[in-house]
């Protein structure tokens, strides 16, 4: 063969050989499939179009910005390829694609932990105060945390990028941080969710062609319902408390009983706001905090009781209170105190408050569906599953309601 007649090493003839680009159009997007002897992966280049794209030229009618983009990036990838196989190297096409999309300013994919960031910071940390409370975000924050925890542990690099996520990482992250964090089942498997999230966040933001942990489930138990009986409920109904403080956390502990308000909304309260309907029955129906949901509270005569007993005294008028509430951290140290007062079995916190009201109305003959109305509830599920479990006395009434109907019968 003369010397006129070979190419030069430098061709793209010869590039094309061991690398082939090819592009195509999905949606308003440009996608790009790198295909060489050993792999072939499919990807968007984030450039979005509203004309036709010739696949044969990389040309995108009547728009010359993105034409000499996607064209830009072609040549960038058969030039790079080429570099790792003059430099004796096994060319990894992911590798490749994060290489040229950096060198070129497509977009700038970030690490791993970076994902986790912006992930917190664009979800939880930007809504701080308008969608979210302190709490929540604080909360999302310390998982974001762990999530970090697990794969510097287990990798020992802070450097990981998205694509080194495998499938397994979702289960082994839920076995890691039960048996390393101390985690309990459902805690654990909170941690795997999120994970999965941000994930799905990364494919959204095309930093990532799909979710490697797409397939991965999980489980979580279903855990008893912690609330007072009514045994239990009349126990401190009927308990005299000496000290004020204490008396103010027993009120309030009991109104919530009564109202099925979380810690957040009874600090929220205003006795201002309690309307009365045509037929008398007062109602509160707040906004709830934490779901922005509305709850309708038929007030029953015991959480009336509470409310005047407090309309006008020293502390609340103070402090411009419908109720004298106390921080939560402080309340629940008091409850603790109250239960060895009491001699009371059920572990007592502010929440067990919310539960106590479902089950006991429910169990006394309330439809869930209105209970679930009360407490602000989506779905009737959030009540069945986290709030409510059929007593055994309810068992026994329903069960001995019915054998006297089939006697009346």
Known sequence: MSKENQKSPNSHHIRANSLNVSCKRRGHKVYFTLKDRNDEITFSTGVRINSKLDTDTFTIYKNPDATSLIQNLRSSFYSEYYKLELAGLKPNLTDLKALVFNRVGVYNVPTLFGCFDSYYTDNYHNLLGRVYKKGTVVKCFRMVDNLKIYFLTTYQNDKLQLSDVRKIDGQKLVDFCRSNLGHKHNHANRHGELIKRILTFAVD???????????????????????????????????????????????????????????????????????????????????????????????????????????????????????????????????????????????????????????????NGVPIQSISAMLGHRSIKTTERHYYDRSEDAVVRDFQDFVSRKKEA
């Open 205 to 363: 933001n095309q930093w990532l062609e799909r979710n490697p942990l797409d397939s991965f489930r999980t489980k979580r138990k279903d855990v008893p319902v912690v609330a007072l009986d009514e045994a239990e409920l009349e126990l401190l109904i009927k308990t005299k408390l000496e000290v004020e403080q204490y008396e103010f956390v027993q009120d309030v502990f009991l109104f919530c009983c009564f109202t099925g308000l979380s810690y957040i909304d009874v600090k929220d309260f205003d006795y201002k706001a309690i309307k009365t309907r045509k037929d008398g029955q007062k109602i509160y129906n707040p906004n709830r905090t934490k779901t922005k949901t509305r709850s309708f509270i038929p007030l029953v005569p015991q959480a009336l009781d509470i409310i005047d007993k407090y309309q006008n005294h020293p502390y609340c008028l103070a402090r411009k209170l419908s109720l004298p509430v106390l921080s939560n951290a402080y309340m629940n140290r008091i409850l603790k105190q109250i239960m060895v007062i009491t001699g009371i079995k059920t572990h007592l916190t502010t929440h067990v408050a919310r539960k106590t009201c479902a089950s006991y109305f429910i169990n």
